[in-house]
């Protein structure tokens, strides 16, 4: 069964400095996707990045980028110039290639200190 | 475009009582889950509808949770009795057709949650 594991409960970041939040996992699946959601306090969760495990490069978007390493199982995202705005909870995700549903990590709880 | 609802947000009830949640995908999305977070723990799956169909269910921890997508637009999630583990927040997500394919139709929308406390 594919686990995903977020081993930082808690970080915290200094405004305009940069952040790495960490995200492993396992599977035996040679296709599938990963994402980072993000839920702001008392908001919904909304998709921030997504990977498709069979591209090589590293998916950006804005300010965040992931450091996809597939032989390591490694699936880390990068918050760069962080904002106050960036303050919430960050959860890894995993999609198997043959099924919908998604397999979280413990979800990462992110501080920005102005 | 209207999101993802939940209702209720919150619900408090006593332990042996029956509570049901609803969840309002977006319109048009023919994939509905329902994910659970217990106790700050991780977030976890529960199950999947295609149109009205269950498609996966694995995630289903027993026979007190009744879910329910009748015509394919809303579901409901229901629970009964509800035991005090029952207590958590109970997320519903929904995505396009095409969730066996690649590209953006992978995305899920989430809703806000119903947080369910039980006593």
């Known amino acids: 069964a594919q686990t995903v594991t977020q081993s930082q409960p808690e970080m915290s970041v200094q405004e305009a400095e940069t952040v790495t939040l960490s995200c492993t996992y396992d599977?035996?699946?040679?296709?599938?996707?990963l994402f980072w959601y993000k839920q702001p306090p008392s908001r919904q969760m909304i998709l921030v990045i997504r990977?498709?495990?069979?591209?090589?490069q590293n998916a950006t978007e804005n300010r965040f980028s992931v450091n996809f390493q597939k032989a390591a199982k490694s699936f880390s995202l990068k918050i760069s110039d962080s904002q106050l705005g960036d303050a919430a909870m960050y959860f890894c995700?995993?999609?198997?290639?043959?099924?919908?549903?998604?397999?979280f990590g413990q979800g990462t709880e992110l501080s920005v200190k102005p | 475009e209207a999101g993802v609802t939940q209702f209720p947000s919150h619900s408090v009830i006593e332990k042996g009582q029956t509570v049901t949640l609803r969840c309002d995908p977006i319109?048009?999305?023919?994939?509905l889950y329902w994910y659970r977070r217990v106790m700050g723990k991780e977030i976890k799956f529960l199950l999947h509808?295609?149109?009205?169909?269950?498609?996966?269910e694995s995630g289903m921890p027993n026979n007190r949770f009744l879910a329910e997508r009748t015509g394919g637009t809303y579901s409901t999630l229901k629970v009964q009795p509800a035991e005090l583990e029952d207590s958590g927040v109970y997320f519903c997500?929904?995505?396009?057709?095409?969730?066996?394919?690649?590209?953006?139709?992978?995305?899920?929308?989430f809703g806000p949650g119903t947080r369910l406390t039980v006593l």
């Open positions: 995700a995993y999609r198997g290639n043959q099924g919908g549903k998604l397999i």
């Open positions: 997500a929904s995505s396009p057709q095409g969730f066996l394919a690649g590209g953006p139709a992978n995305e899920q929308f």
């Open positions: 509808f295609v149109k009205e169909s269950k498609q996966d």
């Open positions: 990977q498709e495990a069979y591209k090589q």
């Open positions: 319109s048009g999305h023919d994939n």
């Open positions: 599977t035996s699946e040679s296709d599938y996707y």
